[in-house]
């Protein structure tokens, strides 16, 4: 039976446009009973088809077509997982030979490593047919002749019908397979499943040469016949080569599958001496007393069951793996935190991986792993994120270079990026497909016929038929790879050389990554070791090291960190610092751990969409009762006051009501919790209702129970999670409240991070009384530091600044001050845009009384050696200042902008932000300021209701703004630059808490 030997997915990189299920699909429905994969110089597509192919009954092949060292094109198919091996390896070298973007494979390496590959001659831009199109027959031969020699499967390729010059190429082809003794083999050339798609196929190929639509390329295909056709089809083109066609077939029959799912491959744990299941048990019993003390039976039958399922399941050298890691920063003083559902393990725990205690919190281990669902564990461990990687070294150099990578993330095409590069070569305006992609929302590509009545996108409502190629061309791409990045933390480590598993190539930062994402590598027995960047703890850690503190000292229940809270000043406080949460902080009253746990776990899109923030805050406060429709919820629900607030709940309510074993609790949570179908949902629903039923439940109660299981459904969170989160959210407060200026002085070196950007967090500052400097050449350092009580902005600050600038800077000045411009100039060697960038964002004021405008204008004679004469010229004005400083270091320093007009605003009733505190609730007030963070997150009635924080001199207020309101005004929200508004609303009695009624742009000239 024919085989499909040369077909391209997305994963040829703006080449392939078909999905690869709808490619393996397309080959199901023609009866085929294999397909190859054969992508441009990668092979990311295999653990996919592999997946995908056994889900219809079809064989999967591996390949790759490669360019060699002379530019053309090779296919090479792996008979099997040896050659599979081989093929990694070639790849790989090509990233060495070659570049990141143009891999080359070198003639002697496909030697060498090439003989157990089927290889094809490959399509026009092959060695030998390209030969044979520029008529040099003699020397088409003799490259023949080299391939035949040095690889026992080598063969002559037909493809590509209906193009110049083809019949004179078969007809060739066909000469030379006849003396030469070689065999044809037909393949399709494929780049699509169907010839519909050739459009999404030429479009791409645009964007990939860099070409408009009404241009012609050698790169864009002259017809669409390169979809996946039948043998029939095939064979109407070649109808001579039926042979070339069984050929096809009996290479199909000869490869199999290259990978084999469910194996562990992740490294066996240098133990000395003992065996790493008595390691691990010895460790945690280590731990277990060091963390409890006195161990209760209870305890000792909870670590033995969590010990039982991690042996059962064959873990326990990955638990030792993470251990040792964990080990290796607290040597170094390099500050960490477990999260993520590992936080429901007291294994965990007591390895010191986590800071959470699941058992005193009664944490479901069977969130985490379960013998049931078999799912290898996700264990992800945040690090200050300048030491990093230095844990990551150190995991390449314990386990060795060929076991370890980076797990790769496949780029995919979201709304954005598809109507930017699209666009482009659809031939619009680059203007306008700027100001167009800035006001879309972040969505995903297929979702992009859905933004078109919004306010922000009105204007372009009257152009939807003009951009409908484009926004089709959107829809198509939604989900294709773009390009392949590098997974933020993840580590995979590999029993045996990674080069047996998946070629690695190298990030644009120098890093080797699979070609493998994190869902690929699990299903290939791989464990992804997530090494995650935290810059919020590296902010901790200077804090502490500024103030003489250490982490531990931090008293656990400070009356004056929860008073904080109550009154919304979260700014800056890692997780509870949105508009949403400071809100929520001043409604809860939160004075204890597990209100701040729930907190981090409520402002998310399933309490949200499921009402039980409401019903949670009434409880909480006593204004409304408690109630369980079961008592067996009481323990589930108590300590959320009967709402479902956390994934663990999912899993525990369904055990206790349905019956339900933990492995279906847990299918229920993940369908729960990721939004899947409403057919899943509703299966899930029937099952749970019927088992209840079955265990003496009414079907009302039943269904009722499922109601607010349901109400759950989208994302909710890992109580464990929350609670890891929340942790670091308490301390960060507490260093709010007590070190402001050095805790802010901490967050604004490390930015960017958290919620809000370095200029609110200087207003936050001020606001809370501590005076923020602008970057000053003789006393500023690196970053942002506190020096006499007031905050100092670092020299990075200053855009333009590089590494090298900096470290001219620092070393000249360690030898003595600088006592002018001149002087500055003459021992520095600077780029004359960064003396600028410098002087205009007051760095320089030190000399000539701070005169900007003068300073610049003997800029260039101190660049010349020369003494300035004593010119006295005007100094820049104030707001012409405040612009320079905004557009140098992102934020005014001189002044807030809104100071400068703050005389005219007070005459039309606008009210400063620290004014509101002193009105009653539903006093109708006017503000004015700067949006910042505008944000629709999900609400339950589905209508659109916008939140942002708007800054002016003072502070921030938090401002909703309802759908009609945002229907009116939206577009001075969500426009291409932060634009000052002023907003009419009235005010909600809490903490800056305003309900817009009106909001229109405001002109500071005016």
Known sequence: MFTHLHVHSPYSFLD??????????????????????????NLSATVQLHKSAFEHGLKPITGAELVL???????????????????????????????????????????????????????????????????????????????????PHFYLELNEGYLPGSKRLYYALEELASTLGLELVLTGNVHYAGKED????????????????????????????????????????????????????????????????????????PARGESAVHLLKRLVKEGARERYGRIAPRLRERIAVELDVIIQLGYEDYFLLVWDVIRFAQKRGIRHSGRGSAADSVVAYCLGITEVDAYSRGLLFERFMSLERRSPPDIDVDFDARYRDQVSDYVYKRYGKEHVATVCTYNTF???????????????????????????????????????????????????????????????????????????????????????????????????????????????????????????????????????????????????????????????????????????????????????????ALIRPGPIKGNMVKPFIARRQGLQPVTYVDERLRKILAKTYGVVLFQEQVIEIAHAIAGFTPGEADQLRRVMTHGRSAEEMEKLGERFVEKSVAGGHSLSTAQYIFSLLKSYASYGFCEAHAASFASIAYKTAYLTRYHPAEFYAALLAHGPMGYYPASSLCVEARRRGIEV?????????????????????????????????????????????????????????LPKSLYESLILCGSADEWCGGNRRQ????????????????????????????????????????????????????????????????????????????????????????????????????????????????????????????????????????????????????????
């Open 198 to 269: 050739f459009f999404i196929h030429d479009i791409l190929t645009c964007v990939r040469t860099l070409t408009h639509i009404d241009q012609v390329h050698p790169e864009r295909r002259l017809n669409a016949e390169n979809y996946l056709q039948s043998p029939d089809e095939l064979l109407s083109s070649f109808p001579q080569f039926d042979r070339a066609m069984a050929v096809a077939g009996e290479l199909g029959d000869r490869c199999q599958p290259v990978l084999s799912f469910g194996k562990r491959l992740h490294p066996h744990f």
């Open 16 to 41: 392939g446009a078909s999905a690869i299920a709808a490619l393996v699909k397309r080959a199901a429905e023609l009866d085929m009973d294999a397909i190859a994969i054969t992508d441009h110089s």
């Open 855 to 1006: 300073l610049l204008w003997e800029l260039e004679d101190a660049r010349q050696g020369r003494v300035s004469d004593h010119l006295v010229i005007g100094d820049f004005t104030l707001s012409e200042k405040l612009e320079h400083e905004h557009a140098i270091l992102g934020l005014s320093v001189s002044a807030h902008p809104l100071q400068l007009v703050r005389d005219k605003l007070k005459a039309r009733g606008v009210r400063t932000v620290d004014e509101l505190s002193r009105l009653s609730r539903g006093r109708k007030v006017r503000l004015a300021g700067y949006p910042i963070r505008p944000h629709r997150p999900p609400t339950r009635s589905g209508k659109v209701t916008v939140f942002f924080s708007l800054e002016d001199e003072t502070g921030l207020a938090e401002i909703t703004v309802f759908e009609a309101i945002y229907q009116k005004c939206g577009q001075h929200l969500f426009g291409e630059k932060i634009l000052p508004v002023q907003v009419e609303g009235t005010y909600q009695g809490r903490p800056g808490a305003v309900v817009a009624s009106d909001i229109t742009l405001l002109s500071l000239s005016n």
């Open 414 to 600: 979201r709304a954005r990026s598809a109507l930017r590069d699209l666009g482009k070569a659809l031939g619009f305006a680059a203007e306008e497909l700027d100001v167009l992609a800035k006001r879309l929302p972040m969505i995903a590509a297929h979702r992009i016929d859905e933004v078109w009545d919004l306010p922000e996108l009105r204007g372009f409502k009257r152009h939807r038929e003009r951009l409908s190629l484009l926004l089709e061309g959107c829809r198509r791409v939604a989900g294709h790879p773009r390009h392949l990045g590098t997974h933020l933390g993840g580590l995979v480590i590999s029993r045996t050389p990674l080069l047996e598993l998946t070629p690695l190539q190298p990030s644009a930062k120098g890093v080797l990554i699979t070609q493998f994402d994190k869902e690929d590598v699990e299903d290939l027995g791989l464990i992804k070791l997530d090494l995650l960047s935290l810059r919020t703890l590296g902010a901790v850690s200077d804090t502490l090291q500024e103030v003489g503190m250490e982490y531990g000292e931090i008293p656990p229940r400070d009356r004056k960190t929860y008073q904080m809270l109550n009154a919304g000043q979260t700014i800056g406080v890692f997780q509870l610092e949105s508009p949403a949460q400071r809100q929520l902080q001043v409604r809860l009253q939160a004075d204890h751990f597990e209100d701040l746990v729930a907190s981090v």
């Open 69 to 151: 060292d002379n530019g053309s094109h090779l296919i090479a198919l792996a008979p099997d997982a040896r050659a599979y091996g081989y093929l990694c390896q070639l790849l790989t070298r090509a990233y060495v030979h070659g570049t990141r973007k143009n891999p080359i494979v070198c003639k002697n390496d496909l030697e060498e490593l090439g003989a157990d590959l089927l290889l094809l001659s490959g399509c026009r831009q092959g060695e030998i047919p390209r030969l044979i199109l520029q008529s040099r027959y003699h020397e088409a031969k003799q490259v023949a002749q080299w391939y035949q020699q040095r690889f």
């Open 773 to 829: 400097k602008g970057p000053a050449i003789n006393s500023s350092h690196e970053t942002a530091r506190v020096e006499s009580g007031a905050i100092q902005l670092g020299l990075e600050q200053v855009k333009g600044m590089t590494e090298k600038g900096l470290e001219e800077i620092l070393r000249a000045r360690k030898m003595r001050r600088f006592s002018s411009l001149f002087d500055f100039v003459e021992r520095s060697q």
